[in-house]
Nanobody, 123 residues
Framework: QEQLVESGGGSVQAGGSLRLSCAAS????????MYWFRQSPGKEREFVAL???????KYTDDVKGRFSVSKDTSKNTLYLQMDSLEAEDTAVYFC?????????????????WGQGTQVTVSS
């Protein structure tokens, strides 16, 4: 059974850093598009970053230059390094995997989801 488990969330002051991890089981992440999303109270879930099967990356404008997505296929784990955190980054962060391997990351229409991890940034 495919499963994604996030960890690494917590509370940090503005300007600080956190690294989120997402451990996958039941499938190998290598051929899949892997994503980070986030959801703040009262807002819809929004895209944060992705890393493709070919390791190309894409970020939402709000986090460019501050966040970095990576993966370690030997550990079957996705990461999100978050630096220069701002209060506006406060959210529950979710990892996801597109269900169609070796397929366009922008055109995925179904995902496996993790349960989320809370990130709180105080100003």
């Amino acid at each position: 059974q495919e499963q994604l488990v996030e960890s690494g969330g917590g509370s940090v002051q503005a300007g600080g850093s956190l690294r989120l991890s997402c451990a996958a089981s039941g499938f190998a992440i290598t051929p899949f598009c892997m994503y980070w999303f986030r959801q703040s109270p009262g807002k819809e879930r929004e895209f944060v970053a992705l890393i493709s099967y070919d390791r190309s990356t894409k970020y939402t404008d709000d986090v460019k230059g501050r966040f970095s997505v990576s993966k370690d296929t030997s550990k079957n784990t996705l990461y999100l390094q978050m630096d220069s955190l701002e209060a506006e980054d406060t959210a529950v962060y979710f990892c996801a995997a597109g269900r169609r391997p070796l397929f366009s990351c922008q055109d995925q229409d179904s995902y496996y989801w993790g349960q989320g991890t809370q990130v709180t940034v105080s100003s």
